[in-house]
């Protein structure tokens, strides 16, 4: 059920904004990269919702890079290719390793308030996955609300740069196979034409596919259907990455627990409070996130339990209070004092590993057309996300995206006409669906049957799904941003299943019970999706 465009319009007749890079997200990613094209050009950076409203603001745990004497590139680059399990990017893995120093030392010298020892020196902890202590953080568990603070303060102050909050961005404009920008829609101004020399996507992820989720309201796959309708190549979409510690309160909002607690010394108990991690992994505690995540579903059913439980009692109070004052409040309103209470805990939908491909400079299939963060796949992350490695990815590869098209930009003299794009769409008389409903049944499917453990009759249960809902609403014309969101997340979320289905293997994030093992021979390759071929294509690691 493929439309290109989610609603028709008149290109010439739209009201248009001209701009030499247009920057779609606030994210960390986002903010980095209007921060460095607008050293060369006006930048125009539409946001969804607020401009700090984004999965970087509520990352807790922190940011990695090699700081301490004894640690090195080589570890973290080997950490890295380790956790990607065979679906690594050598090359992009060295380029973001190699550049995080410069990228943290940046960030210091803008204002970041990272936390230190009392010598002075930069404070760091170890999580899962790594060798050696390397996470930098601040005001113990805000690292992400600090760094996007320290980039919005910049932001603000930069006059090359507009920002244009509670802004929906539809669609991404092509013209002769490139993009030429997008189409924007606000409450009060209705639709409009952002026309751009340069199109940067940092639209974020894609948790809100899934009932539980640590992700915010915002992160509705809405950059992935975009490119993908765009034309851009799609790579390694099953790949999505559980958290294993949110707080599990029924009725309650899944919160995140950082990673770092376990870095801590903190453990994971089942109801009877036994210490079952070393029962599956040598590295306890501080194994990969999917592994964690599947060896708690597996105690979850041998005790016949909603969840386990992390104990973080090896820590005082005021030491818990200290290091993870966020938590520590998020627990209290709870009634759980974690320094005397195990805390409930439950995995839950984190990160999307699989995105938009990319090289090194975030330049995307599509002429003109760049993808940075989340949205992206620049191959450092593989079949799973080394914990803290998202943040200076995004902070890498939105210097080298916002570089490299800025300088471009530069280059070019030609001036921006709005194209004589014109959209028609036949809209379907099928009945209505109720579309909160839709929605809320989609989430549940997708945790149910598209989660943490995959089977071949689960998946293609949800695709059958999936796609009866699709012909009921893909080819609907909605007018506020509660259909477009569905449509994107209906389209994505077919991505997902069909890929997850076609990789009869288990590796990284995605388990197949089925398929219990992995396959280097026949499955040590990823699965690209681009909306021109019409079938999946496997290519070479």
Same mark, same amino acid.
């Given at each position: 059920m493929f439309r290109r465009y989610l609603v028709p319009f008149k290109a010439h007749r739209l009201p248009h904004v001209l701009t030499d890079a247009l920057v779609i997200g606030g994210g960390v990613a986002g903010l980095r990269a209007a921060s460095e094209a607008a050293l060369y050009g006006d930048v125009l950076l539409v946001t969804k919702a607020d401009l700090r409203e984004s999965n970087t603001f509520y990352a807790q745990g922190g940011i990695a890079s090699v700081t301490a004497a004894d640690d090195s590139f080589e570890s973290h680059i080997a950490d890295t290719l380790n956790v990607a399990c065979g679906l690594g990017n050598r090359e992009a893995i060295e380029t973001v390793v190699r550049d995080a120093p410069a990228r943290i030392q940046e960030l210091v010298e803008w204002g970041a308030n990272f936390d230190r020892e009392i010598d002075g020196h930069l404070a760091i902890g170890r999580e899962g996955g790594h060798s050696s202590a390397r996470i930098i953080h601040a005001l113990g568990d805000a690292t992400g609300r600090e760094l996007a603070n320290s980039l919005v303060r910049r932001i603000r102050a930069t006059p090359a740069v507009e920002v244009l909050e509670h802004a929906f961005v539809l669609d991404l404009i092509?013209?002769?196979?490139?993009?030429?920008?997008?189409?924007?829609w606000q409450k009060d101004r209705?639709?409009?034409?952002?026309?751009a020399r340069k199109t940067l996507l940092a639209s974020g992820g894609a948790g809100v596919l899934y009932r539980e989720t640590t992700n915010p309201a915002v992160a509705t796959a809405d950059g992935h259907a975009m490119a993908f309708r765009a034309g851009a190549l799609m790579r390694d979409m099953e790949m999505m990455q559980f958290h294993p510690t949110t707080i599990y309160i029924a009725g309650a909002t899944r919160a995140l627990v950082t990673e770092a607690v376990r870095g801590e010394g903190a453990t994971l108990i089942d109801?009877?409070?036994? &210490?079952?991690?070393?029962d599956y992994h040598p590295m306890a505690e501080l194994a990969p &996130?999917?592994?964690v995540s599947r060896a708690m579903l597996a105690q979850m059913a041998k005790t016949h339990y909603t969840h386990v439980f992390l104990d973080a009692r090896?820590?005082?109070?005021?030491?818990?209070?200290? &290091?993870?004052p966020g938590i520590y409040d998020m627990c209290m309103s709870f009634a759980i004092n974690p320094a005397t209470s195990p805390i409930p805990v439950h995995p839950s939908a984190h990160y999307m590993v699989g995105g938009v491909v990319t090289d090194l400079f975030g330049r995307s299939s599509v002429e003109n057309l760049y993808a940075v963060g989340e949205v992206s796949n620049t191959g450092l992350h593989g079949a799973n996300r080394l914990a803290s490695n998202s943040l200076i990815e995004a902070l890498v590869f939105g210097k080298r995206a916002g570089?490299? +098209?800025g300088r471009l930009i530069a280059e070019e003299s030609e001036d921006l006409i709005a194209p004589r794009l014109v959209v028609d769409i036949d809209s379907s008389e099928r009945t209505e669906l109720d579309m909160a409903d839709v929605r809320s049944s989609l989430r549940s499917l997708m945790w149910r049957n598209v989660g943490i453990e995959r089977h071949a009759a689960h998946?293609?249960? +949800? &695709?059958?799904?999936?796609d009866f809902w699709s012909r009921y609403v893909l080819d609907k014309i909605f007018d506020s941003p509660a259909g477009w969101e569905l449509q994107n997340m209906l389209e994505v979320a077919a991505i997902v299943t069909r890929a997850a289905a076609l990789r009869t293997e288990s590796r990284g994030v995605h388990h197949r019970t089925d398929f219990p093992t992995t396959d280097d021979a026949l499955w040590k390759v990823h699965i690209d999706w681009q909306t021109q071929r019409p079938a999946p294509m496997l290519s070479a690691v």
């Open positions: 092509t013209v002769g196979g490139g993009c030429a920008g997008a189409l924007v209705g639709m409009f034409l952002a026309l109801k009877n409070g036994y &210490r079952f991690m070393p &996130r999917d592994v090896n820590m005082t109070e005021a030491a818990f209070k200290a &290091r993870f570089e490299h +098209a998946l293609e249960e +949800a &695709r059958e799904i999936i």
